[in-house]
């Protein structure tokens, strides 16, 4: 924990000898060796350890009076490896050279940078939504199955990293996570397992959103920890693929942040915009909307509130919000510049 405090005012050294060095090692044995197997090895080593969790504390449960110091030091031991093995093999990406820097993008926009930028993306969906649909007043519905898109979202990281080098995607291990119900009670479309570097991405999902979710995991392959920039990086990664299915799994993913955006900012503003957007695309929202509410429990406010918690105590300030500031990396890389 010491060394990780020391570590955190030197995100160039992180860069170079963790994100650049340790990790792309350490990542690529992973992938390589679990990236073969159909099932998620990740999800079941989950399982076990929760198991072996509950089983000692069921034995435990009469001793914890006799032999309460030494139980709290096993316990302690066990969650000071879990906490080491978690940074050493993925998490002190964390603290790397924010994205902001390696793209040379600015933080800051104003309302007026906002509005183009929406009214620009706006655009850009409804011409996409309505070459695959014929109408603007279908949504749409995806030809391919789960595994062809795992397959097909290389495409676009191919195409990604022939301008950007350093999100060259290598050595895929991609899956459908076992425990994708438990996943959606708690309000999660996907992770990242840090231990054995398998994307996992919740089955249940709307097949529109399935793309883009992927793709945000796979950012966090790279080796990206903040969550704005894996759904920056996967949504660049979803609109350059060369399947317009994939291409609008990035633009509505983008543009439904962006109305978001408006409904906390100008409610006003946001109502005028939605008259522009094709029926087709918010049929898509509607999608979405009435998937999670099927699901919504005090499971997920928990551990909203728990991963909250996490991020904030992860260099990314503002928590769960953090996924939305990719906004602002959306609004500054695209000025002046034809989305």
């Known amino acids: 924990m010491i060394v990780l405090q020391v570590v955190s005012f030197f995100p160039e050294f992180v ?20 990236g073969s197997l159909a099932f998620s090895v990740g999800d079941c080593l989950y399982g076990i350890v929760i198991f072996l969790l509950l089983r000692w504390f069921w034995i435990k449960r009469k001793t914890g009076k006799l032999y309460k110091k030494d139980n709290f030091l096993q316990l302690l031991s066990f969650v000071s490896v879990f906490y ?19 793209m ?10 906002l509005l183009k930028f929406t009214t620009k993306l706006i655009a850009k969906t409804n011409a996409v939504q309505l070459q695959i649909a014929k109408s603007k007043n279908t949504k749409i519905d995806f030809p391919y199955s789960q595994e062809q898109v795992f397959q097909m979202n290389l495409n676009g990281y191919g195409h990604l990293a022939q301008q ?22 708690m309000g999660f479309a996907g992770y990242l397992n840090p231990f054995t570097n398998e994307a996992q991405v919740n089955y249940m999902l709307p097949m529109y959103t399935f793309p883009t979710t992927a793709t945000h995991e796979m950012a966090h392959q790279l080796g990206y920890a903040s969550e704005s ?18 291409q609008y799994s990035g633009y509505a993913f983008a543009l439904r942040y962006c109305l978001h955006n408006w409904e906390v900012r100008n409610p006003k503003i946001l109502k005028q915009l939605l008259k522009t957007v094709n029926p087709g695309i918010l049929k898509n929202y509607k999608e979405s909307e009435n998937f999670w509410k099927q699901y919504e429990t005090f499971i997920e406010t928990g551990f909203k509130i728990f991963y909250d918690n996490l991020l904030k105590f992860n260099q990314q300030k503002d928590g769960l919000d953090s996924y939305s500031k990719f906004v602002n990396l959306m609004v500054n890389y695209y000025q002046g510049k034809p989305i």
């Open 15 to 34: 860069e170079r000898f963790y994100s650049k060095g340790f990790y792309v090692w350490i990542s690529h044995i992973w992938r390589i060796s679990l």
């Open 84 to 102: 080491f093995l978690f940074y050493i093999s993925w998490a002190t990406n964390y603290y790397r050279v924010p994205l902001f820097d390696k």
């Open 104 to 113: 040379n993008i600015q933080r800051e926009y104003s309302d007026a940078d």
């Open 164 to 185: 950007y080098p350093y999100l060259k995607y290598e050595h895929e291990s991609i899956k459908k996570s076992l425990i994708s119900l438990p996943l959606t009670y």
């Open 229 to 246: 920039e894996c759904n920056f990086i996967g949504f660049l990664a979803s609109i350059k693929n060369d399947d317009p299915y994939f």
